[in-house]
C-alpha cells in the first residue's frame, strides 16, 4: 500500500484549523478572556422561519409511511424537484434559463468544488488567484496538479485580469471573493470568459457569496456573461445565503452545452455523483426549497441585512482608524492592512492577545495576502461592535 505523497506538499493543517487550535490554546491559558471569533466565516443568525417550517414538514414526512423519502430521486442525481425548480426560478431573475438536468443537488460548495475535480486530468496545470480561498489549492495539491497564481493585490484592487502568456486548463474565480470581498464587473467577468473560451479552459466559478451582492451592475452569476456556457461550471451554497453552515446544502450548475475532448461536462458530473454520492438530505433539500420562495427571500434578505450592518460597523471602525481595506460592501468580508508594518500572524497575535480579537491572517490564503488580514461580518451585532470598540482603543 503506498500513501498519495501529494499530501506531503500540503501546509500541516487546513487553514481554518491551525487559526482554531492557536485561539483554543489561548482560551485554555486565559481563560477570563472573552475572545470574540470575526475568523472563519461562519454564520450567527437562526435559519429563516420559511426554511424552518419546510424542515418541520420534511421531518413530519419522514414520519409517515405514505409520506416517507428514502433515497432521492435518481433523475436528477437524487436531487428532489422542489427544490430544482426553486433554483431554476432564481436563475431565472437574473436572466439565465437553466434546465433540470443542468442543476445538481450538493451537501455544500466546498465538496463540489474538491470533487469536480474527479473529471480532469492531473496533467492540466491550474490558474487560482492569489491570495486564495485554500480549499482550491489544497485540492489540485493532493491530485499534484501543477498550479500558478495570478497576482491580486493593492494594485488591480485584488482583482487580478487574465494574462494572454498564460496558458492554464482550470481557472479558479470566487466573486465576490473569498477572501479579499472584492466582486468582478461584467465587463472584467466577459475578458475572462473571453479567456478561457479562447484557450479551451475550463472556469470553475465559485458563488458562494452572491447573495451578497448590492451593486446591481455586479453579475451574481457567471451565466449572465455570453460565452460562459461554453467555459464554466457554477458552484453554489446555500452556507452563507441562508444560513445553512451546519445545514449543509448546495448546488452546482454544469450546462450541458459544456464540452471538452467530445465529453459532456454534466454527463460526466452525474456519473461521478451518482457513483460517489447519495444526496442532499431530504430535510435539508426541504429546508432549501424554501429560500427561494417570496416569503424565503424576504427573510433570508433581513439575515444578510443584518450580516451588512456589521461590515458597516467593521468599515466605520477601519476608516476612523485610517487603515485601507477592500470589500464589506458587496461581500462578508472586509480584507484590512495590518496596521504598524506588522505581518499577518504578528497582526494576529497582538489583536488576540491584546483585543481577544480573532481574525484570519492574509499570508494563509497566499504570498500576496502577507500584511492583509481578513475580518467576517458574520458575528452578531453585540460582539462585532465589542471587537470594533476593543480594535478602535488598541489601534488609535
Ligand atoms: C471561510 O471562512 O473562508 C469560509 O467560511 C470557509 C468555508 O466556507 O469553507
Redesign the pocket.
Known amino acids: 500500500m503506498k500513501i498519495n505523497q501529494n499530501f506531503s506538499n500540503l501546509a500541516e493543517n487546513y487553514l481554518?484549523s491551525t487559526v482554531g487550535a492557536k485561539v483554543s490554546a489561548y482560551q485554555k491559558a486565559h481563560p477570563e478572556s472573552k475572545v470574540i471569533k470575526l475568523?472563519?466565516?461562519?454564520v450567527t443568525r437562526p435559519l429563516a422561519p420559511a426554511v424552518i417550517e419546510a424542515m418541520h414538514r420534511a421531518v413530519d414526512d419522514l414520519s409517515h409511511a405514505e409520506r416517507f423519502k428514502g433515497y432521492g430521486p435518481d433523475r436528477y442525481c437524487y436531487g428532489y424537484d422542489a427544490l430544482i425548480d426553486s433554483i431554476k426560478s432564481s436563475y431565472a431573475k437574473k436572466g439565465v434559463a437553466l434546465s433540470s438536468d443542468e442543476i445538481f443537488i450538493s451537501d455544500g460548495?466546498?465538496s463540489d468544488l474538491g470533487n469536480i475535480l474527479d473529471l480532469f486530468s492531473a496533467d492540466n496545470t491550474v490558474l487560482v488567484p492569489d491570495p486564495v480561498?485554500p480549499?482550491y489549492v489544497d485540492t489540485n495539491v493532493m491530485a499534484g496538479r501543477r498550479i500558478l497564481f495570478a497576482n491580486a493585490d493593492e494594485q488591480n484592487g485584488f482583482l487580478p485580469m487574465p494574462d494572454k502568456k498564460v496558458k492554464a486548463d482550470i481557472i479558479y474565480i470566487c466573486s465576490p471573493n473569498?477572501?479579499t470581498g472584492a466582486a468582478y464587473n461584467r465587463e472584467q467577468l466577459k475578458a475572462w470568459v473571453d479567456y478561457a473560451i479562447a484557450s479551451d479552459a475550463l472556469i470553475l466559478y465559485d458563488a458562494?457569496y452572491e447573495y451578497f451582492i448590492q451593486d446591481p451592475d455586479l453579475p451574481r452569476s457567471v451565466f449572465e456573461i455570453e460565452g460562459a456556457r461554453d467555459c464554466a461550471v457554477e458552484i453554489c451554497?446555500y452556507?452563507?445565503t441562508a444560513g445553512f453552515?451546519g445545514v449543509r446544502c448546495g448546488y452546482t450548475v454544469v450546462p450541458n452545452t459544456l464540452k471538452r475532448e467530445g465529453f459532456s461536462l454534466s454527463r460526466l458530473w452525474a456519473r461521478r455523483q451518482s457513483t460517489k454520492f447519495n444526496g442532499a438530505s431530504y430535510i435539508a433539500q426541504m429546508g432549501a426549497a424554501a429560500v427561494f420562495t417570496e416569503e424565503g427571500e424576504k427573510e433570508i434578505a433581513a439575515n444578510i441585512d443584518y450580516y451588512r450592518g456589521n461590515a458597516r460597523r467593521i468599515a466605520a471602525c477601519l476608516d476612523s482608524l485610517g487603515i485601507w481595506y477592500t470589500g464589506g460592501k458587496n461581500s462578508p468580508y472586509l480584507w484590512m492592512k495590518c496596521p504598524r508594518g506588522m505581518n499577518s500572524w504578528e497582526f494576529f497575535d497582538y489583536l488576540l492577545e491584546n483585543a481577544n480579537v480573532v481574525g484570519?491572517p492574509g499570508s494563509g490564503f497566499g504570498k500576496n495576502g502577507e500584511g492583509f488580514f481578513r475580518l467576517?461580518a458574520f458575528g452578531t451585532h453585540e460582539n462585532t461592535e465589542e471587537a470594533c470598540q476593543r480594535m478602535r482603543e488598541l489601534l488609535k
Open positions: 481554518f475568523s472563519i466565516g461562519d460548495a466546498k480561498y480549499v473569498n477572501p458562494a451554497s452556507s452563507k453552515t484570519t467576517t
